[in-house]
């Protein structure tokens, strides 16, 4: 129990921690020896629901997030599964961890799970595709020159 719920005292203390262990309304009624309006008054109370609330979140965040990333990985691997839920399981894992595939099918990080200097490298890297891309060229014979002009807008002027 959290000191979280140390705040109730004497039978609502009791209240509290049953009602935390799981037990139903009419469970905690009988094994106190409270009225319905106790046990209610501790249930609803704005301590209790912040606690219920945060050992959910945790439990999400740490079991759970285990079972589900598992169960991801046995569809995922299960060659007996149909094409369709293996390929979405994997795609699940990869979005989750933050990878991706590049346009040679190759694993990529998103920029938010990149370190500083692998961001100043996809920087960098993107700069001179954009460069490049930015200047059209023709190749004749092994040679290559810059396009001036659109032989279309001679031909349409």
């Known amino acids: 129990m959290s000191k979280e719920l140390n705040i109730f005292k004497g039978k609502r203390h009791k209240i509290a921690e049953l009602l935390d262990r799981g037990f139903s309304s009419k469970e905690v009624q009988t094994k106190t020896k409270a ?3 106790e046990v209610q008054a501790v249930f609803s109370s704005a301590i209790f629901q912040d606690w219920q609330r945060s050992q959910a979140l945790s439990e999400l965040g740490g079991r759970g997030a285990r079972v589900a990333i598992q169960t991801l990985l046995e569809v995922a691997q299960d060659k007996k599964a149909a094409s369709q839920s293996r390929v979405s399981a994997s795609d699940k894992l990869l979005h989750y961890t933050g990878l991706k595939l ?10 938010s799970n990149m370190t500083a200097s692998e961001l100043q490298q996809r920087l ?10 930015a200047k059209p060229i023709n190749i004749i014979e092994g040679e290559s020159e810059q396009v001036k002009d ?8």
Not at 102 to 111: H, R, V
């Open 35 to 37: 009225t319905h309006s």
């Open 102 to 111: 590049d346009a040679e099918g190759n694993i990529d990080k998103s920029p």
């Open 124 to 133: 960098q890297d993107l700069q001179k595709e954009a460069i490049n891309r």
């Open 150 to 157: 659109d032989p279309l807008d001679d031909l349409l002027s």
